[in-house]
């Protein structure tokens, strides 16, 4: 697609605060962005051209998006892979990532599989359709991680089962047809934000994740690791690549484990969680590297700026009520500190809100391979986390 400004109109499937950001870098380069998701007055609503209000599933919307956009990507893995496929087919629209790789990867089995086959490193798995698998599988592997096949995310559809008496539940809190995953003791968790142009794949550094009950807490760049544990990850996130069809970005979360090995933990076809620290941190953040990606246009540097903390604001109550956030100046006094807010009307336990990043040049590293100091980087971390405790949701009258 040729690079014009004002530029091509996208269509995005899906809503949140991934389509958001999306259309934010969207519009310093001219793309004119309609998304298409259920939930009227989305939070990518305000900042798009357009929303279409229909289910990922409806082919009428799909089709109305496809006749609208010069091109079509996806923000969630609920996106309809066969209706993205008929789409391309039907309509003068190109399609990012291919659908193809769309429902590889959101069937975590099949992704195994496809990885496994690859000769990509992952932990040892089993298919699991009944209790007796999955007692097959905690005899094999002492501890495992159960995860449903489709449709899991922030911890959901994930349950860690070590006794064999809990099978049962464990499986249906899953769900049904699910995987069992060797429980992996890692030393940490990373992550590499990738990139897939025409011809060109670019990385930015690895980061290293922080998680609590299954759902993203921080991400910290450059990761605690050594040079040689975060050129491994680098390595195999373009491995992993080499292995998808189509453009735009993936996040691929992995483990390090106590022997220095990595393993891929899953893929996501899109910008992810543990990259929103390039917004502030990196030559260009992943969000309009996906944009130039989906519509072939040359990519952007992945340099990182200066070590950075990004830290998720969650919803820290007990009940879902109307969402109204207090402590933001405290924050934000801090001048290197950035606020995103996703524009969610209602706070619900554990919901993604938001997030804080902390991007600070007075530490900034020379040479991109050289760690900060590290009483530096933790002052840095330390200072993340004060900043999303000052934040705080109100009740509203």
Known sequence: MSVTVPGPTLGVVGGGQLGRMLAEAAAPLGVEVIVLDPTPDCPAAPVTRDQIIG???DPNAVFELADRVDAITFE????????????????DVTVNPAPSTLAMIEDKLVQ???????????PSFHPVETVSELKTALNRFDAVMLKARTGGYDGRGNVPVTDPADAADALEAVGGSAMAERLIDFTRELSVIAVKGDETIRTFPPGENIHDAEILRETIVPARASEDVRNRADAVARDVLETLDGRGVFGIELFETEDGDIL?????????????????GAQSSQFEQHIRAVLGWPL??????????????LGTVNTSRPATLTGVESALADEHTSLHWYGKDEVRPLRKMGHLTLADDTVAITDPSTEPDSSAMQSLIERARRHREAVAFIETT
């Open 112 to 122: 195994k599989r496809t990885l496994n086959d690859a000769g990509i490193p992952i």
């Open 264 to 280: 891929v933990n899953e893929i996501a076809p899109r910008p992810h969680n543990s990259g929103h620290w390039t917004i502030e």
């Open 300 to 313: 952007g540097s992945t340099i990182r700026r200066s070590p950075t903390v990004m830290t998720n604001i």
């Open 76 to 91: 969630i893995e609920l996106a309809d892979a066969d209706l993205l496929s008929d789409a391309l087919s039907r309509f």
């Open 55 to 57: 289910e990922f599933d």
